[in-house]
C-alpha cells in the first residue's frame, strides 16, 4: 500500500465532492467508507479514483464484522480486496463489531450495515423496495434522484443486544442491466438524447 507523510485528513462525503476536488487542498489523506465504492463502475467511484490521484485514500469500513459469531463473509472480503487493488490505499481498517448475526441455525447471516442493490430506474424515479432484515421483511422509500452510494437508516432493525437493538444502515447500489431488449436500448437512447449536454462529471473538470 501506499505511503502517508502527513497525519491529518478529512472525510470525503459526497455533498463535498465537488468543492473539494475544485478546490484541491493540502490533506494528508482523505478517507471513505469502503462499503459505498463496492460497485464496479459507477459515478461514485470515478469519484474517488478523480480523489486518489489527488491524496492517499483511507478505507474505512463499516460492515466487515471482525467480532461477529457469525464469521466473515466472503462476498464482502473479496470486494474489499478488489477495491484495495483499485485505490491502493494508504490504510485499511474497520469496525471491530458485531455488525453481523445468524437469523436462526443454518440460516446466511443478515448485515447490519447492508447493501441494497437497486435498478437504475427505481434510484431514478423512486420506488418501495422490500428489505431483509434479522427478523423479517421492511419496505423501504428509495426517493427519486437516489444516488448509488447513499445510506439510509431503518431504524430498531439491526442486531439486538443486551444494550438495546441497533439500527440497519442500508446502503443503496444501483446497478446496470448487462442485457438490454431492443425496446429498452431505444428508450434509453431517447433518455440520452433527451439529455444531451448534462454530464454528471462536470466538476471533474473533463
Given at each position: 500500500?501506499?505511503?502517508?507523510?502527513?497525519?491529518?485528513?478529512?472525510?470525503?462525503?459526497?455533498?463535498?465532492?465537488q468543492a473539494l476536488l475544485q478546490g484541491r487542498p493540502?490533506?494528508?489523506f482523505v478517507e471513505v467508507h469502503s462499503e459505498n465504492f463496492f460497485a464496479d463502475g459507477g459515478a461514485a467511484l470515478a469519484v474517488l479514483q478523480a480523489a486518489r490521484e489527488r491524496w492517499p485514500v483511507s478505507l474505512h469500513g463499516v460492515g466487515l464484522s471482525?467480532?461477529?459469531a457469525a464469521?466473515?463473509?466472503d462476498w464482502h472480503l473479496d470486494r474489499l480486496d478488489r477495491?484495495?487493488?483499485?485505490?491502493?490505499?494508504?490504510?485499511?481498517?474497520?469496525?471491530?463489531?458485531?455488525a453481523r448475526a445468524p437469523r436462526q441455525a443454518g440460516a446466511a447471516p443478515v448485515h447490519a450495515n447492508d447493501l441494497l442493490p437497486v435498478a437504475f430506474t427505481e434510484a431514478a424515479l423512486g420506488a418501495d423496495i422490500a428489505v431483509p432484515t434479522l427478523d423479517g421483511k421492511v419496505t423501504l422509500r428509495v426517493p427519486p434522484g437516489t444516488a448509488s452510494g447513499r445510506t439510509f437508516r431503518v431504524k430498531d432493525k439491526g442486531v439486538a443486544t443486551a444494550q438495546g437493538t441497533?439500527?440497519?444502515?442500508?446502503?443503496?447500489?444501483?446497478?446496470?442491466p448487462q442485457h438490454l431488449s431492443?425496446?429498452?436500448?431505444a428508450l434509453l437512447d431517447q433518455l440520452r438524447r433527451a439529455e444531451a449536454g448534462h454530464t454528471p462529471r462536470a466538476h471533474l473538470g473533463v
Open positions: 500500500m501506499q505511503s502517508c507523510e502527513h497525519d491529518v485528513g478529512i472525510g470525503l462525503r459526497q455533498p463535498h465532492y493540502a490533506l494528508g471482525l467480532g461477529s464469521g466473515l463473509d477495491l484495495v487493488r483499485r485505490i491502493d490505499p494508504v490504510r485499511v481498517s474497520d469496525h471491530a463489531s458485531f441497533g439500527d440497519l444502515l442500508v446502503t443503496v447500489e444501483v446497478t446496470v431492443d425496446q429498452a436500448r
